[in-house]
């Protein structure tokens, strides 16, 4: 309508346009993909003939990188979704003139590089931010991949990189970094993958409550330590006895770890579920409540409890 009528008022912007290439993200298909895509090429060409076109944005690029995720194209569309996060970077970072050169006597002093980037760059709009590194973790999550655990390993290396060197807190990563990372790495049903999982537990847990593990991380590290340990149990019909005794000895402890994780969930479920009743029951209920009980955690918690069952069931029948 605004180009037959030329009604300014009625012009799309950016938002709109992020609106609906979320809106083809969210169908989890190629053909999303595509479409998403095809939106969001247009928007280039257009704004590189007319500037007064919708400038393209960190949005729309999210929106496009999270179709990758989740349109099951495998490594490629993983790949392909990296790759757009280091054009954006390079465009970001690189086409600053203000960038230090080597006789530069603050060429260490990284913040104000950063604080003269945001200042002259042309290029704020596309500014990759925490959520960009997050479809393209997601996208190697979801490729289910053998090299997904290293290839996204490099990425959080780019990130935390990114984050330390100009000093830049948008980009600190948060729980849903390492929880993907956690999710990524418990795919592999080994012992790297296993300790990988609970590495990244712990360097949450010594963070302080800034980095807070929630229910889906200790679910997803409960479900590393499931998968390896039960690749553990089929095991043991086959190997020797030397080899049996190595085995059932590392099976009890990652059950003994598997348990810990287990409680975790169970206290994090039960704490919010009593909460909430708490709420229902006060004299003066609010509308919203602060700690809700959502069917994520329940199913968080089922499948926890589900898959620690079906574990002690593998051990029990493994070892007798």
Not at 105 to 125: F, G, L, P, W
Not at 151 to 174: G, M
């Amino acid at each position: 309508r605004y180009q037959y009528h030329n009604e300014t008022n009625m012009k799309p912007n950016s938002i709109l346009y992020g609106a609906v290439l979320q809106a083809y993200a969210k169908t989890n298909s190629k053909y999303g993909l595509e479409k998403a895509k095809a939106l969001l090429q247009q928007c280039e060409d257009q704004y590189k003939i007319n500037s007064t076109y919708v400038k393209p944005t960190t949005l729309m690029y999210n929106a496009v990188m999270d179709a990758l995720a989740r349109c099951g194209g495998g490594l490629h569309a993983a790949e392909e979704a990296e790759s757009m996060l280091y054009s954006m970077l390079d465009q970001y970072y690189n086409n600053s003139t203000t960038l230090y050169n080597d006789d530069d006597d603050n060429k260490d002093d990284h913040a104000t590089i950063y604080q003269n980037i945001q200042s002259n760059n042309d290029n704020e709009d596309t500014k990759p931010s925490l959520r960009t590194f997050h479809a393209v973790l997601l996208a190697y999550k979801n490729s289910n991949h053998p090299s997904a655990p290293t290839r996204a390993t490099n990425v959080l290396k780019k990130l935390n990189t990114i984050h330390k060197q100009y000093k830049d807190a948008s980009l600190q990563p948060n729980e849903i970094t390492f929880n993907t990372m956690i999710g990524i790495w418990s795919k592999t049903s080994s012992k790297a993958g296993a300790e990988k999982a609970l590495a990244f537990l712990e360097y949450m847990e010594k963070t302080q409550g800034q980095i807070k593990p929630d229910m889906i991380t200790y679910y997803t590290v409960h479900e590393a330590i499931v998968s390896y340990a039960s690749s553990l149990c089929r095991e043991i019909a086959a190997a020797s006895k030397q080899e049996k005794d190595q085995k059932e000895e590392k099976i009890m402890n990652l059950v003994q770890k598997a348990t810990e994780l287990y409680n975790h969930v169970e206290h994090l479920y039960h704490q919010k579920r009593n909460r909430r009743k708490e709420e229902e029951q006060s004299s003066q209920p609010t509308t919203t409540s602060s700690n809700p009980i959502s069917k994520s955690d329940s199913s968080y918690y089922f499948f926890t409890k589900k898959n620690h069952e079906h574990l002690l069931s593998a051990v029990k029948s493994s070892l007798s």
